[in-house]
């Protein structure tokens, strides 16, 4: 028999930033709204942090773009869009890895490698980094996703495919 424990419904982290989702490791990202909307208007919000459980800002609101922490790991990018370059933190906000990295919200380290492309230009090819910095599989994918369990998700001439680490 499996035991389930009470769904109280209680909160965690009380109403406080327009957005808040799974940050990884116990963390969520959280941007604070800065002006509701207004008729037509859409809502603005503020810069990305990261919150703990408790609400409490253990990396305050200064990205435009905040990764999922995985491995002790997360992307972050100081500007928006396309042209923006990724750099990677550690929980206590130290910059592991420069902002030279271009990659995508959901990519992040698993088995020691993140995926991630050396160019913004949308044909650039993808490979794997791994937390120096290093190229450990070279961009050689049209899309390459985050390994699990030691395989990933490529796609190479519109062709999907399953690549090891090895």
């Known amino acids: 028999m499996i035991d389930v424990p009470e769904r109280t419904g209680s909160y965690l982290i009380q109403p406080q930033s327009a957005v808040i989702d799974e940050g990884g490791e116990g963390l969520f990202i959280a941007r604070p709204l800065i002006k509701a909307a207004a008729n037509d208007d859409p809502d603005q919000y ?18 435009e773009m905040a990764g999922v922490f995985s491995e002790g790991i997360a992307c972050v990018s100081l500007r928006s ?3 923006s370059a990724c750099g990677f933190i550690d929980r206590n906000n130290k910059l592991l890895l ?22 913004n230009d949308l044909f650039s090819l993808w490979g794997y980094i791994d937390k120096t910095g290093e190229w450990i599989i070279k961009p ?18 519109n062709l999907y495919g399953v690549i090891s680490r090895r």
């Open 98 to 119: 420069p902002y030279r990295f271009y990659t995508m919200f959901w990519a992040r380290f698993s088995d020691g490698l993140c995926p991630a492309r050396e160019s």
């Open 81 to 83: 869009g396309l042209e």
């Open 46 to 63: 503020g810069l990305a942090g990261y919150l703990d459980q408790s609400g409490q800002w253990i990396i305050p609101p200064m990205y």
């Open 140 to 157: 050689q994918f049209s899309t390459a996703r985050n390994f699990e369990n030691g395989a990933a998700t490529v796609i190479v001439n």
